[in-house]
C-alpha cells in the first residue's frame, strides 16, 4: 500500500508510491513542493500553495527557465509588468533573468506542477529553505534568510531594487549570520 503525504510538515519526508520516492520540502508556512523527478537537465516538483497567500518578494534565477501548469485551483503571477491569474490548465513559461512572483490569493489550495530547467542547485535551495523554517511555525528570519540568499546566489535572487545594492546587503547580512555560527543545510 502506498503511503501518502497529508499536510504541510516542517522537516522533509519520503512518501513512497509504485516505482516512485518523493521528498517534500516546506518552503513558507502554507507553501510546500514535493520533487516528482530530479535530473541533471530539470527538477519537476508539485507545488501546493495554501489559500489566501500574499505575493512573495520578487526574485529571478539567472541561470534557469522555470514552466508551471496548474493542475487545480488557481494562481496569481507577476512576470514582469504583467499580472494574471492562472487557473487549473493553464500554464505559463518564466525565462531566466525575468524577475516574479507568484502566490495563491484564492479561497481554496491551489496544485501546481512546476519544472526548473536545468536543475541546477534548485533541489538543495529547497533543502536548505526547509531546514530554515522554525519548528514552531513561521518564516526564517531575515538574518537566516540572508545566509540562504548569499550561498544560493547562482539559483535565486532578490529583485526588489538595483541589484549590485541587493546583493551587497544580502552577502552583508549573510556574512553576520555565519559569523553567529549558522550556515546553510548541507546539501544530502
Request: no cysteine; glycine share 10%; net charge negative.
Amino acid at each position: 500500500m502506498a503511503s501518502r503525504t497529508v499536510g504541510i510538515t516542517s522537516k522533509p519526508i519520503r512518501a513512497s508510491f509504485p516505482d516512485v520516492v518523493a521528498e517534500t520540502f516546506r518552503l513558507t508556512p502554507s507553501e510546500s513542493v514535493t520533487v516528482r523527478r530530479s535530473e541533471p537537465e530539470v527538477l519537476e516538483v508539485e507545488a501546493t500553495y495554501g489559500p489566501g497567500g500574499s505575493p512573495p518578494p520578487s526574485h529571478f534565477h539567472p541561470a534557469q527557465d522555470e514552466h508551471f501548469e496548474v493542475l487545480e485551483g488557481a494562481l496569481r503571477v507577476r512576470a514582469g509588468d504583467v499580472e494574471q491569474v492562472l487557473r487549473a490548465g493553464a500554464e505559463i513559461d518564466i525565462a531566466r533573468g525575468t524577475s516574479h512572483q507568484m502566490w495563491n490569493a484564492e479561497d481554496a489550495p491551489a496544485r501546481v506542477r512546476w519544472e526548473t530547467r536545468p536543475r541546477g542547485r534548485t533541489e538543495d535551495w529547497f533543502r536548505g529553505i526547509d531546514a530554515a523554517q522554525p519548528e514552531g511555525g513561521g518564516s526564517p528570519g531575515p538574518l537566516a534568510q540572508a545566509v540562504m540568499l548569499s550561498e544560493y546566489d547562482d539559483t535565486f535572487r532578490l529583485a526588489v531594487g538595483p541589484e549590485i545594492l541587493v546583493r551587497g546587503a544580502v552577502s552583508g547580512l549573510g556574512l553576520v549570520r555565519r559569523l553567529l555560527g549558522r550556515r546553510p543545510e548541507p546539501a544530502r
